[in-house]
């Protein structure tokens, strides 16, 4: 509840926003990434594979990156 709250309050946030999700997370389903970047006008969704809860443990290349990107961009 505190998470979907925090989120909505972001929401006002009218800047680019990346978002980047685990597939394979159990915790914090796929759904709802998809849902958090939904709520902004500029957001990117970015789903790395082969990787849970803790993407900057599973696939830290991937994550900096796509991190990289976004700031050149």
């Avoid at 997370?25 to 957001?43: E, K, Q, S, Y």
Wanted: include cysteine; proline fraction near 5%.
């Amino acid at each position: 509840m505190v998470l979907l709250r925090w989120a909505e309050e972001m929401r006002s946030h009218r800047g680019p926003v990346l978002v980047v999700w685990a597939t394979e997370d159990r915790l914090m389903p796929r759904g709802h990434g998809r849902r958090l970047a939904g709520l902004f006008t500029d957001a990117k969704l970015v789903e790395i594979e082969d990787s849970c809860t803790l993407i900057p443990e599973d696939q830290p290349e991937r994550l900096a990156r796509e991190l990289r990107e976004f700031v050149k961009a």
